[in-house]
């Protein structure tokens, strides 16, 4: 039987990437894909706990913009990540694998208030564990609770799941067919350079506790359980020399 490299992983997914072709809402059909692919990790025997970003319904920062209060509209995207963590929950069960959702701000009679420990045995007992609504505090991602989530439930690796990328590049390889791809980085090269892979709170929460990033593409089928088992794809980010 293979045998994971990772024991517990935080799988970051956007909320884009739920939304397939159309670019807003969820796509069933992809939603299902993502489902399947986290339940051949979970057969791997590897711990699973994920993030799931709100972009595809709505984003604090674009509310921010059009004259919404920027807290009012931060706490706007949360929910926006509860309607997706739900979402994946219905599909991840349909698969056959046990699902807790956890939200920073509760909201009892659809999910259960994030506590540490908890997640923790649920993770233990190979339940999929999905962190819901953020932080509980505006002005801070996404991709900042899956750096402060990893950390707290002592996770090996942040799984940064991007959709038709399959690593860091040094410009956009959507504009740039000259773009150079990186297999390699280290925190302060991802700051310096601007590289975009988390913002910079999350990079330095990584950083701070030796946190490894692996970035790759979701969108290729598989893909997930190729990195939890070690194969070299996609672009890991971690500290110290490359």
């Not at 956890?102 to 190979?126: D, N």
Request: glycine share 10%; net charge neutral; with cysteine.
């Amino acid at each position: 039987m293979l045998q994971p490299k990772y024991k517990r992983v935080v799988l970051k997914l956007s909320g884009e990437a739920l939304a397939g072709p159309a670019g807003y809402g969820i796509d069933a059909g992809v939603i299902n894909s993502i489902a399947s692919q986290i339940k051949e990790v979970v057969e791997l025997g590897s711990e699973v706990a994920i993030v799931v970003g709100g972009g595809n319904i709505w984003r604090g920062v674009a509310g921010s913009a059009q004259g919404i209060d920027r807290a009012t509209a931060d706490y706007m995207g949360m929910l926006a990540t509860v309607i997706n963590s739900l979402a994946l929950q219905d599909a991840l069960e349909k698969h056959g694998v046990q699902t807790r959702v956890q939200t920073s701000i509760e909201m009892r009679q659809v999910a259960e208030p994030y506590i540490r420990r908890r997640a923790i045995r649920h993770l233990e007992k190979k339940r999929v564990v999905i962190f819901a609504a953020g932080t509980g505090n505006p002005f801070f991602s996404t991709d900042t609770t899956a750096a402060l989530r990893a950390a707290e439930i002592e996770a090996e690796v942040i799984l940064m799941a991007k959709n038709k990328v399959d690593g860091v590049y040094d410009s956009d390889p959507r504009t740039n067919p000259n773009a150079v791809k990186y297999r390699e980085l280290d925190y302060l090269e991802v700051l310096n350079k601007g590289l975009g892979v988390m913002d910079s709170t999350a990079t330095s929460l990584c950083m701070d506790n030796n946190m490894q990033i692996i970035v790759f593409n979701i969108s290729e089928e598989g893909n997930i359980k190729r990195v939890v088992l070690g194969e070299d794809i996609g672009t890991v980010v971690r500290g110290g020399q490359k």
